[in-house]
């Protein structure tokens, strides 16, 4: 289906394991996006990216790493996961020159 | 540093009456204002947009009201329906080089329009 996608949908995960977090896209979007969803703080922009291979840190990068091999995908690792990294995570992306921002179904990650 | 404040955090309307929310930034380097309406368990999905040209923007039953030298812009929802009831979020964006757009989100308001 064409779309923005996320997996898994729900994880969970102990505190110090390393996580990975998947996005794809399937309209060929240049810009893509990851932001955090909590109670009190609305949406926070993690990392994006604006093409393959070329990424930028957002509001709030520490403790999140990315990477973007390819147009379609962008992966979030939490490489050493800590309990205040619990939270709803949303991928979105965005058309090359264009403001809306499409946003994936997100994944809720708890951290025990 | 919050640099989108949004205010109510929560609003109970009536079915057909107005719903408004409101939304002030700091940064004058905001060129792009788009709210967001998201409903429980989906990611959010934008509603309307205003650029800083305009000062009111309307699409069916909502309207964004912005005013420039008061760095303030709300959102209207007329005749306000129970399919209206979701989250709504306010943002604030500027061009990023080369194109698309790096969005600052409000906190969010959850609007409940009971019948």
């Known amino acids: 289906d064409a779309g923005i996608t996320q997996s898994p949908r729900y994880k969970i995960t102990e505190t110090g394991r390393q996580v990975t977090l998947m996005c794809h896209q399937t309209?060929?979007?240049?810009?893509m996006f990851w932001y955090r969803q909590d109670l009190g703080h609305g949406l926070r922009l993690i990392y994006y990216?604006?093409?393959?291979?070329?990424?930028d840190k957002g509001e709030v990068p520490d403790g999140y790493v990315v990477s973007r091999s390819k147009t379609e995908n962008f992966p979030l690792t939490l490489e050493s996961a800590t309990r205040s990294q619990t939270s709803v995570y949303f991928c979105a992306s965005s058309e090359f020159l264009r403001g809306e921002q499409y946003f994936g179904p997100g994944t809720r990650l708890t951290v025990t | 540093q919050q640099q989108v404040k949004q205010s109510p955090q929560s609003l109970i309307v009536q079915k057909g009456g107005i719903s408004i929310i409101n939304c002030a930034y700091e940064?004058?380097?905001?060129?792009?204002f788009p709210w967001y309406q998201q409903f429980p368990g989906k990611g959010p999905a934008l509603l309307i947009a205003i650029r800083p040209d305009v000062s009111e923007k309307k699409e069916g039953r909502f309207t964004i009201s912005f005013n420039k030298s008061a760095k303030q812009f709300s959102l209207h929802i007329m005749d306000s329906q129970p399919g209206d009831s979701a989250t709504y979020f306010c943002?604030?964006?500027?061009?990023?080089?080369?194109?698309?757009?790096?969005?600052?989100f409000g906190t969010g308001t959850q609007l409940k329009v009971e019948l």
């Open positions: 990216s604006a093409a393959a291979d070329i990424t």
């Open positions: 943002a604030a964006g500027h061009i990023l080089t080369g194109g698309g757009n790096k969005l600052t």
């Open positions: 940064n004058t380097a905001f060129d792009y």
């Open positions: 309209w060929s979007h240049s810009y």
